[in-house]
DNA sequence: GCCGTTTTCGGCCCGACTGTTTTCAGTCG
């Protein structure tokens, strides 16, 4: 993944940049840089510099050094930057606490670079005395050394989430807590988070404070003020919390949302426009007149822009999208119709057809499509030709009981290594709907796997590539795969790509997602439900469509049963 | 280093909390 080398690169050239005291603004704009090159869906080493300079935060000097980059492994600038600041200085700027004028501090008085030689320092007392730290500093230095070592990894979404509802559930019973929400990249969707964000309306500050910073589960206070504290909880993840008033509710609920490249743009926007934003509200830049901020729609009516669904603030095109009245109109949980990947107890789920129907009945859902693994799956029971028969018929019998619901029949195929698919074509024939997916050879070659993917997508049997990266976000990453190469596929042969909703896969992600859109391609958002309560999952699937910009027409198990099975039939004709 | 319906040069978002230098720098989001 040549883009994530890049961004690396840049990211640490930002931050050795800002140790050697250069220009801050160089320094944002290597950020931004970085950033930008890891959202991008396709290949960097393959663009030319004049579409290098189109990407936002590119410009002549950055596009020569990724091109550098692509060439010959190696970028210059940042080879003669180590040489004048030890990298390890970036392990030290990622303490808690420590930023770049104490990590000049300690490399230029003691001429410590790693995080070792700093812990065996602050150990020794060598650290006391030297500029600003005192013993409070010290302390607080090796607390950090302490969390790095723990092990601070990105949260998923699936866990963060329900931990933020809690803490608000709980701050909620409280009467002097009048409004509450998250906010922060979980109300954004972001897949994985750093920290959970939560902002409060009260007129009692100091009591929310209080009642925060002691819940359960907390294990280390590293903030309180009047109205912001942060604290650590046991697992390790960060929780911070805002108090504010009523009447700037929706001014804080937009700033600590973010994302942060959102809000700059916005109040770059305003500047122009004579105004300043901060978490208080719009004003008049000159008179400080206060013009609004109650709600955060508020914000965006004063700038001219469409109201920015949460899920879209990343600066990358939203705004301008939001100027023009351009914005889409973005899929909700309740246009999905159908789940699309479930899987019953003939292989590895948990409940009998009939059961998992009944429950996706209950949830409001007018089908699903059953796919259990094929045969190739061994391990997870998969069916062979003679239990797909039978489970056909067996569905035809849930069926009739079944009152304003269907079971489509349908399989989870399995991609071979070499290029073929576990069942024969006659029997997937005789099925409404076929998935697959690849479950075997992950360490195979980017080509070779890319030729497999598409090549069951020309198979018109195929209907829907199921997880398409294979990732299971925190323990396995993706495998290598051309993922323009497989959605110009998808394009080419009708395939559909699935955006699995299950909280450790949210494969396909939203940049290749709005990606495939760009394309024309069309998705599936589906749970892979094993267990009845993974039907839940539905809304990680949904917010990661609607991180990739995604309309209700953009994805097929919005439509009724009989619509997607003629929309399923066309690709078989073709 | 990037960028331009005010600019190809001169800008580049804004505020809270901590520790400690009693007026502010450093860090964070």
Redesign the pocket.
Known sequence: MIKKEISKIFRDMADLL?VKGD????????R??SQ?VEGISSDVSKMTEKEL?????????????IKEYSETGKIG?WEDLKRDVPEGIIDI?????????????IFDELGISTLEGLESALEKGRLRGI??????????ILK?IKLIKKGRERVSIGLALPLAEGIVRYLKEEPYVDQISVA?SIRRWKESV??I?ILVTSDE?SKV?HRFVSMAGVSD??????????VYMNDGI?V?L??VDDACFGAALQ??T?S?EH??????L???????????GV?D?KTEKFLGGRNEEDIYKVLDLKYVEPELRENTGEIVASAEGTLPKLIEVKDIKGDLHVHSDWSDGGHSIEDIAMAASRRGYKYIALTDHSKGLGIANGLTEERILAQIKEIDKVNKQMNDFTVLKGLEVDIRSDLTLDIRDEVLSRLDIVVASIHSGFGQSKEKITKRLISAMENPYVDVIAHPTGRLIGKRDAYEVDMDEVLKAAKRTGAVIEINAFPARLDLNDIHTKEAKKLGVKLAISTDTHIEDHFDYMKYGVAVARRGWLEKKDVINTKSAKALIDHLKKKRKD
Do not use: C
């Open positions: 800002e220009n801050p603004f160089r320094i944002r704009a290597y931004r840089a930008s300079v189109s990407i936002p935060g590119i410009g002549k000097d950055l596009a020569g050094k600038a700027i990622s303490i808690p606490g420590v930023g770049p004028r104490t990590a000049k501090l500029g600003h730290i005192k013993d409070k500093t010290e302390q607080n950090g922060g750093k920290d964000d500050p404070m206070i590293i903030a309180k003020g009047s109205t912001k504290s942060s960060q911070d805002r108090v700033y600590f973010g942060k809000n700059v743009r916005l109040r770059e305003a500047v122009k426009k004579k105004l300043k934003i901060n978490e208080y004003f830049a």
